[in-house]
C-alpha cells in the first residue's frame, strides 16, 4: 500500500471524529433553538391570520387552509386560551387597532412556545449525548428512545384523530319524542335540529355543505336551527346563509341567533338569512296548524307552537313575548341557543308551559375521556346540560352537540351532530 493511501487510510477515523466535533461546535444551543421555534410560531399565526385569513373569507382557500389553521392553533393554543378575554375584546377593536390583538396573541404564543421547546431541544441534546455513551449502555438508551418515540406516535395519533378526523364525522342522533297535545295529523312530524355550524376558520364550507345534504337526506319537515352560524369573522355570514339556504325542509326552516352571531354582526345574520328564506322566531312565535302550514296566529284545530328567544349572553331574552298569550293546551317546542335558559327564573317560574326546549351551544364539551364526564363545557351549571336529553327544573331540555368546534380545534368521543326528532302524540 502506498504511503499516500495508508496516509489517507489512517487518517479517516480521526478526520471523521473532528468533523463530529466541529459540527458539534457549530450546534446551535438548546435555548437558541428554542427561540427560533417561539418566534416561528408567533410567525405563523401572523401569517395565518393577515394572508389566509382574507383568502378563506373570499372563499379562494378551503379544506387545505383550515388545515394549516388547525395546526396553527394547535401551536398557539395556551396563548389563546389565556387570551380568552382577548378574543371577546377583539369583536369590539375597530379594524385599525386589530394589530392590538395580533401583538398580544403573538407575545403570548412565544411566551409559552419556548420552555416546551427549551424542554424539547434539551432532551434531544442528551439523547444525542447517551447515543455517544459508551456501549454498555447502548441498550438502555436504545429502550429509552423507543419508549419516547411510542408516547410520541401514540399522541400524535390521538391528536390527529381529535384535529383531522373526528370533528368532520357528523352522526345522526334520532330522537322519539310525545306531546301532550299533539293533533293525530302532526303524528311523525320529522324535525331536524342543526347547531353551531361555525363557518369559520376550523369549520370549512365543503364540510359544512356535506352536513347539509346529510339534513337533507332525512327528509324533514322542519329544520329547526340554534345559532352560532359563523366563528371569527362577518365575512362568513353571507356563505353562511347561503348554506343554509340550500336546505330543502317540506314546510320551513327556523331559526334563533347565538352569542357568536352576535359578536359578528346580529342585524346582518338576520338580514342574510331571511334572504335564503330562514325565518327568525328570537323572542316570538310562529304556529303549525293540523294541515301543516305556518302562521302567525293560533290554529282554531290545534296544532304546534315553535317559539324562541334571544340569546341568554348577548341579546334581550323575552319568554313572554315567545310564548305569551299561547293557548294552554296548544303544545309548543322552544328554541334557546344557551340551555343555560333553562335555569332562569323566567323558565323556572312555570307560567308559560314549555314541553320541550331544543339548544345547542356547549358542543357536548367537545372533549369526552372514556368513563368521564366532558372536560370542559361552557355552562354554568357544569355537565349538566353538556349534551342530550336533559331534565331542566320546569321542562326537559334538547342540547345538540354541534356541527362545528371552536376555540379548542379538537372533538373526542362527541363527534359532530345532527338530530332527528320525531313528535309523537303522548298516550
Known amino acids: 500500500m502506498s504511503e499516500r493511501c495508508r496516509g489517507s487510510w489512517g487518517r479517516g477515523p480521526r478526520h471523521s471524529a473532528t468533523k463530529k ?34 383568502l378563506r373569507e373570499r372563499e379562494l382557500l378551503d379544506a387545505s387552509a383550515a388545515l394549516v389553521h388547525v395546526l396553527v392553533t394547535m401551536a398557539a393554543l395556551p396563548a389563546l386560551v389565556v387570551g380568552r378575554l382577548v378574543l371577546y375584546v377583539k369583536h369590539h377593536l375597530p379594524p385599525e387597532q386589530v394589530w392590538i390583538y395580533l401583538t398580544l ?14 424542554l424539547f431541544f434539551r432532551w434531544r441534546e442528551r439523547a ?10 447502548e441498550r438502555r438508551a436504545l429502550l429509552r428512545r423507543g419508549l419516547g418515540w411510542a408516547v410520541l406516535g401514540g399522541a400524535g395519533l390521538l391528536g390527529g384523530y381529535a384535529s383531522l378526523v373526528e370533528p368532520r364525522l357528523p352522526r345522526v342522533r334520532r330522537l322519539r319524542f310525545p306531546l301532550a297535545g299533539l293533533p293525530p295529523a302532526l303524528a311523525g312530524l320529522r324535525v331536524v335540529q342543526l347547531s353551531d355550524l ?26 329547526l336551527l340554534t345559532g352560532d352560524y359563523v366563528h371569527g369573522s362577518p365575512a362568513y355570514i353571507a356563505p353562511v346563509a347561503r348554506l343554509l339556504g340550500g336546505l330543502r325542509p317540506r314546510i320551513a326552516v327556523l331559526a334563533v341567533l347565538g352569542n357568536h352571531d352576535h359578536w359578528e354582526d346580529p342585524e346582518a345574520c338576520r338580514r342574510e338569512l331571511r334572504a335564503r328564506g330562514v325565518r327568525l322566531l328570537d323572542n316570538g312565535r310562529l304556529f303549525l296548524s293540523a294541515g301543516r302550514t305556518l302562521s302567525v296566529a293560533a290554529p282554531a284545530g290545534g296544532g304546534l307552537c ?13 319568554l313572554e313575548a315567545a310564548l305569551g298569550g299561547v293557548p294552554p293546551s296548544l303544545p309548543r317546542l322552544l328554541l334557546a341557543h344557551n340551555p343555560d335558559f333553562a335555569e332562569s327564573e323566567a323558565a323556572r317560574s312555570r307560567r308559560h308551559r314549555v314541553d320541550l326546549m331544543l339548544s345547542g351551544h356547549t358542543h357536548g364539551g367537545q372533549v369526552r375521556l372514556p368513563g368521564v364526564r366532558s372536560l370542559i363545557v361552557p355552562s354554568s351549571y357544569g355537565s349538566r346540560y353538556a349534551h342530550g336529553l336533559c331534565r331542566g327544573p320546569a321542562f326537559p331540555v334538547y342540547v345538540n352537540a354541534g356541527l362545528g368546534v371552536t376555540i379548542f380545534p379538537v372533538r373526542f368521543l362527541r363527534p359532530p351532530e345532527l338530530t332527528l326528532i320525531e313528535l309523537v302524540p303522548a298516550v
Open 198 to 223: 361555525h363557518l369559520g376558520p376550523y369549520n370549512s364550507a365543503a364540510y359544512l355543505a356535506r352536513a347539509i345534504r346529510s339534513a337533507n337526506a332525512l327528509a324533514p319537515d322542519l329544520v
Open 128 to 137: 444525542r449525548q447517551r447515543r455517544e455513551a459508551p456501549a454498555h449502555e
Open 21 to 54: 466535533q466541529e459540527r458539534a461546535t457549530r450546534r446551535l444551543g438548546p435555548a437558541a433553538r428554542a427561540t427560533i421555534a417561539a418566534l416561528s410560531v408567533s410567525a405563523l399565526f401572523a401569517l395565518d391570520y393577515l394572508v389566509l385569513q382574507p
Open 306 to 318: 315553535l317559539a324562541g328567544v334571544g340569546d341568554y349572553w348577548e341579546d334581550r331574552v323575552d
Open 105 to 118: 396573541v403573538g407575545l403570548l404564543a412565544a411566551l409559552f412556545v419556548w420552555p416546551v421547546a427549551l
